[in-house]
């Protein structure tokens, strides 16, 4: 069995299925998530028969708590980082110049 054709099938049925052609006009972001991302029960709580306020902000920010929990260590500020591999480059590329001059 389909897992979101089963859900989209009975979602019709109930009347929660979302209405993609609709979200484009009305809230292109969302329609795009909806579109797109990970199928979520979010998704079936936009409209009709217990339509939740929240499903909206739980649809968009679904990808940061996917991402999350993958996100234990701290990181140091990317830009020291590229510095660094920058000045490292630039010293191998002048060591190898120096190389090929002496000979």
Known sequence: VDYVG???EIASEIGVK???PRLFLTDPRL???VL???CTPGHYRLTGPGKWD???NTILKTWDRI?????TRVV???SQHSLSMLLGFLCLVIVFAGVFIIQ
Do not use: S, V
């Open 18 to 20: 979302p209405n993609i």
């Open 54 to 56: 929240g499903a909206r």
């Open 31 to 33: 329609a795009l998530h």
């Open 6 to 8: 089963y859900l989209d």
């Open 36 to 38: 797109f991302g990970p």
């Open 76 to 78: 140091k500020d990317a």
């Open 67 to 71: 991402q999350k929990p993958t996100r």
